[in-house]
Nanobody
Framework: EVQLQAFGGGLVQAGGSLRLSCAVS????????IAWFRQAPGKEREGVAC????????VYSDSVKGRFTIASDNAKNTVYLQMNSLKSEDTAVYYC????????????????WGQGTLVTVSS
């Protein structure tokens, strides 16, 4: 059974940093696309960042490029999202999800989801 567990959310001031973690089990970690999505109140869910660690494939949304960094630790089966220069518009519930194919695409089959973790950025 594929399981993902996201944690690390919290309250941070604008301009600050936060790191989210996603612990993954039940799949071939290095050869699967693991992504972070977010959903703000009243808005559509948005893909934020994605990684396939075996081929160093990473994808970022334009809204976070240059501020957020996705990374993986294959030994721990964990994906991280380092978020810097946070803005109030980054406030959302953040989810990690897995697509069992080794390709990062926002149109992929992210069939496996973890619970969300809330990030609140105060201005």
């Amino acid at each position: 059974e594929v399981q993902l567990q996201a944690f690390g959310g919290g309250l941070v001031q604008a301009g600050g940093s936060l790191r989210l973690s996603c612990a993954v089990s039940g799949l071939t970690f290095g050869n699967s696309a693991i992504a972070w999505f977010r959903q703000a109140p009243g808005k559509e869910r948005e893909g934020v960042a994605c990684i396939v660690s075996d081929n160093d494939d990473t994808v970022y949304s334009d809204s976070v490029k240059g501020r957020f960094t996705i990374a993986s630790d294959n030994a721990k089966n964990t994906v991280y999202l380092q978020m810097n220069s946070l803005k109030s518009e980054d406030t959302a519930v953040y989810y990690c999800a897995a697509d069992l194919s080794p390709l990062c695409s926002w149109h992929g089959k992210f069939d496996h989801w973890g619970q969300g973790t809330l990030v609140t950025v105060s201005s």
